[in-house]
């Protein structure tokens, strides 16, 4: 069974609706420490949304989830962080 979060996720990626803002890594293993993320909604007139990547692996949308969201989990795919 196709997992619905990692399906929607693949979608904004797909439709280029993810927009890499900033992100910041450790030299030493070039592993993205942190990141700014935006993410353009599929419906009119929504504003988009901002994910960030804070320390000790904390990841926050500024959507109405209080779980995971499809735009955490895009963010992650692109960073190269495996879903939590």
Do not use: F
Not at 52 to 63: F, K, S, V
């Amino acid at each position: 069974m196709t997992d619905p979060l990692r399906r929607k996720a693949l979608a904004i990626i797909r439709e280029g609706r993810l927009t890499v803002l900033a992100t910041w890594c450790n030299w030493v293993d070039c592993v993205v420490d942190s990141a700014v993320v935006r993410v353009q909604s599929s419906r009119p007139g929504v504003s988009p949304y901002i994910v960030d990547l804070l320390a000790d692996d904390e990841w926050t949308c500024t959507c109405r989830d209080s779980a995971v969201c499809p735009h955490i989990r895009a963010a992650q795919l692109v960073t190269g962080h495996t879903p939590a």
